[in-house]
Every structure is written in C-alpha cells, then in structure tokens.
Nanobody, 115 residues
Framework: VQLQASGGGLVQAGGSLVLSCTVS?????????MAWYRQAAGKQRELVAS???????KYIDSAKGRFTLSRDNAKNTVYLQMKSLNPEDTGVYYC?????????WGQGTLVTVSS
C-alpha cells in the first residue's frame, strides 16, 4: 500500500489550498478510512480530519467550517479543501490510511501560510 500526497504550497492568510492523497496497492473494492494529520515545527503531529468509507467526515475544532474532507472511492483519492487559511495552519500535512488495522502514511506535503 502506498499513499501519494500532493497540493501543498505557500499561500497568504485567507487563501485556500486543496490537498489530495491517492492510495495504491489496495485490494479492489477496499475503501479504507483515511485521515489528514499535520505537524507544525516543534509540535506533535495532530489529527486534522478523518473520513470513513461512507464519506462521513470529522474535523478538529479549528478546522470546522473551513476545511472539507471528501473522497472519490473510484479513484482511491481523498481531498482536503482548506479555506480561510491562517498562519496556525502551517505545517507538514500527512495523509493516512487505515487498511484493516494497519496504518499507512504518505510522504507529507508542506503547507505554509504567510501573514
């Protein structure tokens, strides 16, 4: 199982970004729960949003109303739409897939929000 994340970059405060993460190597028809974590410099990695196979998503309080996590099961891809970004959203974002209890991680994509 491999996860390929993309979409990070530099954006001004108030701007938007869309992160995507594509999973490969899954058994056909497997739609694993997935999540996005982020890690700011000097801080622990934290869960930002998660989504079940049925598309139901959860968010940390600071992301509610600004971030939207969705998935396209046909493409084995999840999308994290982020708007109204602020400097506190800066960090390396990692996608994660729970494949029958085994956790798999993408390589991380850097999001930098300038003030």
């Amino acid at each position: 199982v491999q996860l390929q994340a993309s979409g990070g970059g530099l954006v001004q405060a108030g701007g938007s970004l869309v992160l995507s993460c594509t999973v490969s190597g899954l058994i056909a028809g497997t739609h694993s729960p997935m999540a996005w974590y982020r890690q700011a410099a000097g801080k622990q990695r934290e869960l930002v949003a998660s989504i079940n196979s049925d598309g139901s998503a959860k968010y940390i309080d600071s992301a509610k109303g600004r971030f939207t996590l969705s998935r396209d099961n046909a493409k084995n891809t999840v999308y994290l739409q982020m708007k109204s970004l602020n400097p506190e959203d800066t960090g390396v974002y990692y996608c994660n897939a729970d494949v029958f209890g085994a956790m798999h991680w993408g390589q991380g994509t850097l999001v930098t929000v300038s003030s």
